[in-house]
């Protein structure tokens, strides 16, 4: 079985969010990246069901030299091999772009990637490519299982979930409890230094979204602290200072 | 021309989520001089279905084939694509969820239009097409010109204002609408679903109550509960419960789980980690409880309670009662 798993590269969970150049760029100063922690899920699955079925794996990522770190840590984890599609993204259009022409020239059976990235949060990657592949695409999927040519899929739906068998090939996104994380160990950091990392130039893209500027929230006003003793006085107040009862 | 709006249904009724993007699509359609028409997919009563009117909807299109009763990303997108293209709609705008995602992702790709999620204002229509989205978990905000024939939109709970009193009682007129469905959207035999009826849906949910590790174990869970009942309350839970399931991972609030925006949100026993606050950050109004007066959780709060969740709960729930 051949398996892609696409990896985003973003702020850490606690990253304090600037911006620079008039609020037109992210500040990168002191911001520690990560591989997105959906993505980390379905790379652990994607180890896992390679090492069952004795097939391969292969990391991707469309981003630039400063992922190259991350994308070794994949590689560490179990990926045999990893592209890196040297661009700088605009939006999910282009990222889907580019995954559907890496998998569209390497039959994979599988692609998987989280559910979104916790940067942009758009959750429409997978869709994206699914469509522009013209193959399903599922997604939160937190349990997948393969048994020769079908997966069975269990997925969250609105107060619930809901279990599907279908065949491959197929676009997935992943979130927990698909696999535990996965820690890379020293044998697999110094193999990860020899596996291929392939950087390729980005296909053409028309321009679909242009980034324009980005904002913080208002500040929060200050909490108001009402004593124990009295906590019914708090049903009041929303009643009739908060207006949410 | 019209801007086109997917509704979502439950159980034969329009989800709440759906309401207001039927309310944000008729907002935009009037900005561009234009009519909203809204697309509904599976079983729903014409009764039902006029109500889209009340939030502005002109026409309503329902594809009610029996093979589309069952929730299908695949066939609802094309179905999609197919009345944007029947309307003209050069706008089309879906609710954030899963499904809103899936049907928005799959009918941008057939459509090469420009997809936007997490959209939290009505656009900038005023020459280019200008919208702003919540990004980073709720950190921040991004503005962004689409540049495409044909935009969608995904629209964030809360995105714009309501004035429920103010609905004028005009029905939409309901049309069948019949989508050519292809096999290759039904390859997938669904073998089981498992959805909690009696629950409020988190995602739609007005008010939320939710409980943290400080609630001590499940079996300490009563409390709670009766204030969510009391207070007509869907019910949540932080990672660390979810993860030693003293509740259903399905409850789990978080970056990681389910993202909720209510009017109000009320954490007891819950610290307040970074991770929790990205999924509740949308909420309108936060309550604290928790005797850590240290908690993290307070600096994001609008009112705090410092105090031990079993004394203070009970008489939250009990002023609750008297509400009525």
């Known amino acids: ?245 | 021309m019209s801007v086109l709006i997917y509704v979502e249904l439950d159980n034969g009724s329009i989800k709440k989520t759906s309401l207001e993007a039927v309310a944000y699509g008729a907002r935009v359609a009037e900005q561009l001089g234009e009519k909203a028409t809204v697309l509904a997919v599976g079983k729903a009563e014409t009764a039902e279905l006029e109500k889209a009117g009340s939030y502005g909807a002109v026409n309503v299109l329902h594809a009610a084939d029996e093979k589309l009763s069952h929730e299908n990303g695949l066939a609802y997108a094309d179905a999609l694509v197919q009345a944007a293209q029947q309307e003209g709609s050069k706008v089309i705008i879906l609710s954030k969820s899963g499904l809103g995602d899936a049907m928005a992702a799959r009918a941008a790709a057939k459509l090469k239009a420009g997809v936007v999620s997490g959209v939290t204002a009505l656009p900038d229509t005023n020459g280019a097409f200008k919208v702003t989205r919540s990004i980073f978990t709720g950190k921040a905000f991004a503005t962004a010109e689409i540049k495409s024939d044909v935009k969608i939109l995904v629209v964030k709970k809360n995105a714009i204002e309501i004035d429920e009193s103010q609905l004028t009682g005009t029905a939409a007129t309901v049309k069948s609408f019949s989508p050519q469905l292809r096999d290759s959207d039904f390859k997938a035999t669904v073998q089981n679903v498992e959805k909690a009826d009696s629950e409020l849906s988190l995602t739609e949910a007005e008010i939320i109550v939710s409980g943290g590790r400080g609630m001590k174990g499940p079996e300490h869970w009563q409390p709670l509960l009766d204030l969510a009942k009391a207070l007509g309350a869907a019910t949540g839970c932080s990672k660390p419960v979810s993860d030693l399931d003293w509740r259903p991972h399905h409850e789990h609030i978080g970056q990681t789980g389910i993202k909720v925006a209510p009017s109000l949100y009320i954490a007891c026993g819950i610290s307040g980690a970074i991770q929790h606050l990205a999924g509740v950050n949308g909420s309108k109004c936060i309550v604290v409880i928790n005797k850590d007066p240290e908690a993290p959780f307070f600096k994001a709060a609008d009112y705090g309670i410092v105090g031990d969740v079993f004394e203070v709960l009970p008489k939250l729930t009990e002023a609750a009662k008297k509400l009525k």
Not at chain 1, 19 to 44: R, S
Not at chain 1, 127 to 146: C, F, R
Not at chain 1, 200 to 216: A, G, I
Request: with cysteine; hydrophobic share 40%; charged share 20%.
């Open chain 1, 1 to 245: 079985m051949k398996i892609l798993v696409c990896i985003t590269n973003v702020p850490d969970t606690t990253a304090k969010i600037t911006f620079t150049d008039n609020d037109t760029k992210l500040n990168k100063n002191g911001v520690q990246y990560i591989i997105g922690p959906y993505d980390d899920y379905a790379l652990a699955r994607g180890v896992e069901l390679k090492e069952q079925s004795g097939g391969t794996l292969t990391v991707l990522h469309v981003g630039e030299a400063d992922a190259d770190p991350q994308i070794r840590k994949a590689l560490a984890i179990g990926a045999d091999d990893a592209i890196r599609v040297n661009a700088d993204p605009l939006d999910s259009y282009f990222v889907a772009t580019q995954i559907a022409h890496i998998a569209s020239q390497n039959n994979y059976d599988l692609i998987l990637m989280g559910r979104e990235s916790i940067d942009y949060n758009s959750g429409v990657v997978h869709g994206l490519v699914g469509e522009m592949l013209g193959i399903p695409s599922y997604s939160p999927v937190m349990k997948l299982d393969i048994d020769g040519g079908t997966a069975t899929i269990s997925r969250e739906i609105d107060g619930g979930k809901e279990i599907l068998k279908a065949p491959l090939p197929l676009v997935l996104g992943c979130q927990e409890p698909i696999s535990e994380w996965k820690i890379p160990n020293m044998r697999g950091i110094m193999t990860a230094r020899t596996k291929p990392l392939n950087v390729t130039e980005p296909v053409s893209v028309e321009t679909m979204t242009v980034p324009e500027k980005y904002s913080l929230p208002a500040p929060k006003g200050a909490c108001k602290m009402i004593p124990a003793g009295e906590a019914e006085m708090l049903i009041r107040l929303l009643q009739t200072e908060a207006k949410v009862l």
